[in-house]
């Protein structure tokens, strides 16, 4: 007997929900095997959404212990080993080659492996005890910036986990906007962090273009950091920085990175705050 | 949808819309509260809110879309509605202060912004925000008769009342009794309304019905006529410490009532919802409701209110993306 096609119908991530746009609108994604996709084309009242949905998510994903933070990310590593097959299928369906696919898989979990190891060190790493003139313990200590904006790059699933890991290993919420030609695999690792422990709009994912939902994030007064590292166009770039100034947003600067090499701490620094504290001694 | 039924449909809407007191003259309404008998007849005579016809009819309302000039009216009209209120265990005089800074100047950078119509705080409060108020035209509103349960004898609740009235507030905010209420011993409320209103003097009185207790649609409008009778000025849902507070469709069976009842006895009757209402659109949505079902007599301060704390933030907040073009944030608004 003949069974109906179940075809998925990718939709945008918010609040930990696969809402379609609020706008209806859709947009064409080819794909390898030369069938074509309907993504979700999201407007700016997605990314008001989304951004109201990350700022209801920070208080209680920053104030849960580092150690549970690492956890909740290595689980996301899990889930997305076990769905390993599926994800080299995504890869292939947006263009890579099937060998190509594989590797990319694998660093995307070591990136996450990698990432939840450092949940519980950064604060060590990058924070100190500060020798000062009188009876005190003084200590820097980093905090999460808040929400994050992020453009992320074209490298559909290691690019969007390169930039979404650090932000939320450190406790920062983020609001993401995928690889415009490539978003299918984007909306398959939202499945993953669904299922994996991270709560709701901790990581918030929309598709669509990156040149219309953008300057409303940059310039919205309620996100923290924009983080540009997909942005490929360097006047859409420095609209957007000059944008995110108005309230001091901290920047990630667009530019081209090798994705595939051993990332540095920087990804996690650039969005951490440092607060100093001062506390009497001998009492 | 067969002819049959969507006709069936019209006529329970019919039903919903039917004038309650169409055959009643201004004098035989003087005459139901006579006794708890003619009382009970008249109330229990109004005719019946259809449940889902109401909600159906509210929630058709909120779907309407409001947009740029008369989105940026309605969020002015909405702001200068707000009670802004404190009405809290821990309220100390400094955040009653603050709030009446607040309601005096709601966005400080923006000096076209207008203020609210009140302060709602508790009686003791009342002297405090009268002196952070002097000279501005935000009225001091005052909760009374032992609020919220409104569980005291009539005594103390008159006591409470004159207090707050002779303390210098505008307005009164009363509780009915809702277990009298309920119980059917309609005279006993009414009794209640009439000796609080003479209390209060020529302070503004408002009646508020728990209608989170009432249970039914047709309680509420019972409670409606009940507290119009009695004399009240205004008629507002909920205490806000009970859930649910106010709704839309709860909310809309008021504004029938006081648009009946001033076609019935020509005197007008304000509304306010209280408790519930946090977001722009749901006051946007509010306002286009009153508009509707009353029309635009209502959509006045002196008609129509918003009880509300956190209301004000996000109205403020959606004024200052209209004028700048760009989201604004939690952040740059006080608290309180």
Same mark, same amino acid.
């Given at each position: 007997m003949s069974r109906t096609d179940v075809r998925k119908t990718y939709k945008l991530y918010?609040?930990?929900?696969?809402?379609?746009?609020?706008? =209806?609108?859709?947009?064409?994604?080819?794909? !390898? *095997?030369?069938?074509?996709? @309907? !993504?979700?084309?999201?407007?700016?009242k997605d990314a008001r959404d989304a951004v109201g949905a990350a700022r209801k998510a920070f208080g209680g994903w920053s104030g849960r212990t580092a150690y549970n933070r690492g956890q909740v990310v290595y689980r996301v590593a899990?889930?997305?080993?076990?769905?390993?097959?599926?994800?080299?299928?995504?890869?292939?369906? !947006?263009?890579?080659?099937?060998?190509?696919?594989?590797?990319?898989?694998?660093?995307? #979990?070591?990136?996450?492996?990698?990432?939840? =190891?450092?949940? *519980?060190?950064?604060?060590?790493?990058?924070?100190?005890? @500060?020798? #000062?003139?009188?009876?005190?313990? @003084?200590?820097?200590?980093?905090?999460?910036? =808040?929400?994050?904006?992020?453009?992320?790059?074209?490298s559909p699933l290691l690019g969007l986990v390169s930039v979404v890991a650090p932000l939320i290993a450190v406790g920062n919420t983020c609001v993401v906007i995928a690889s415009q030609p490539a978003p299918l695999v984007a909306i398959a690792f939202a499945e993953v962090l669904a299922t994996s422990d991270v709560p709701g709009g901790v990581v918030n994912i929309l598709t669509g273009d990156a040149a219309e939902i953008?300057?409303?994030?940059?310039?919205?007064? *309620? #996100? @923290?950091?924009?983080d540009l590292t997909g942005v490929d166009d360097a006047d859409l770039a420095r609209d957007l920085e000059v944008a995110a100034a108005d309230n001091l947003k901290r920047i990630r600067r667009a530019g081209v990175e090798d994705l595939a090499a051993s990332p540095a701490l920087d990804r996690m620094t650039t969005f951490l705050e440092t607060k100093t504290v001062w506390h009497p001694m001998g009492l | 949808m067969t002819r049959g039924s969507r006709l069936r449909c019209r006529r329970i809407w019919g039903a919903h819309y039917a004038d309650p007191v169409s055959t009643t003259t201004q004098s035989t309404l003087a005459d139901v509260t006579a006794s708890d008998a003619t009382l009970r007849r008249f109330l229990h005579g109004l005719p019946g809110v259809d449940q889902v016809g109401a909600d159906q009819r509210a929630a058709g309302l909120g779907s309407r879309s409001i947009k740029t000039s008369s989105k940026k009216w309605a969020l002015d009209l909405a702001i200068s509605m707000v009670d802004l209120t404190t009405l809290e265990g821990m309220d100390t005089p400094g955040k009653v202060r603050a709030l009446c800074s607040k309601?005096?100047? &709601?966005? &400080?950078?923006? &000096?076209?912004?207008? $203020?609210?119509?009140?302060?709602?705080?508790?009686?003791?409060?009342?002297?405090?925000?009268?002196?952070?108020?002097?000279?501005?035209?935000?009225h001091v509103a005052s909760v009374a008769t032992a609020f919220p349960s409104g569980r005291a004898s009539r005594t103390v609740r008159l006591e409470d009342t004159a207090e707050a009235a002779s303390a210098g507030a505008d307005e009164i905010d009363m509780v009915i009794d809702r277990g009298a209420f %309920?119980?059917?011993?309609?005279?006993?409320?009414?009794?209640?309304?009439?000796?609080?209103?003479?209390?209060?003097?020529?302070? $503004? %009185?408002?009646?508020?019905?728990?209608?989170?207790?009432?249970?039914?649609?047709?309680?509420?409008?019972r409670a409606?006529?009940?507290?119009?009778?009695?004399?009240? $000025?205004?008629?507002?849902?909920?205490?806000?410490?009970?859930? &649910?507070?106010a709704t839309l469709p709860v909310t809309m069976v008021m504004v029938e009532a006081v648009r009946d009842f001033r076609a019935a006895t020509g005197r007008q009757v304000g509304v306010k919802p209280a408790g519930g209402i946090r977001s722009s659109k749901d006051a946007i949505t509010y306002l286009v409701m009153v508009n509707e079902t009353a029309g635009p007599d209502w959509l006045t301060p002196d008609w129509f209110r918003f009880g509300a704390s956190s209301l004000l933030n996000d109205l403020l907040m959606q004024r200052t993306k209209m004028a700048t073009g760009r989201y604004s944030g939690a952040d740059y608004f006080t608290l309180d």
């Open positions: 918010i609040g930990g929900a696969f809402p379609r746009s609020e706008s =209806g609108r859709t947009y064409l994604v080819e794909t !390898a *095997d030369g069938t074509t996709a @309907n !993504a979700s084309k999201a407007s700016r899990e889930v997305l080993e076990s769905r390993r097959a599926q994800f080299e299928a995504e890869l292939v369906g !947006a263009g890579s080659a099937a060998a190509q696919a594989g590797v990319e898989v694998d660093a995307a #979990v070591d990136r996450l492996v990698w990432y939840a =190891g450092w949940t *519980d060190k950064i604060a060590q790493v990058h924070g100190s005890a @500060n020798p #000062v003139a009188g009876p005190y313990f @003084n200590h820097s200590a980093p905090e999460p910036a =808040g929400v994050v904006a992020v453009v992320a790059p074209a953008a300057p409303w994030l940059a310039s919205h007064m *309620d #996100v @923290n950091g924009l | 309601a005096m100047r &709601p966005d &400080p950078a923006d &000096p076209s912004c207008p $203020h609210t119509a009140a302060v709602c705080v508790y009686g003791d409060m009342v002297g405090i925000a009268k002196q952070a108020l002097q000279g501005s035209p935000v %309920l119980a059917g011993r309609y005279l006993q409320v009414f009794d209640d309304i009439v000796a609080v209103k003479q209390a209060c003097g020529a302070v $503004h %009185l408002k009646v508020i019905f728990e209608t989170g207790e009432l249970q039914t649609y047709d309680n509420v409008r409606s006529w009940l507290a119009m009778l009695a004399g009240a $000025h205004f008629i507002k849902t909920s205490t806000g410490k009970i859930q &649910p507070a």
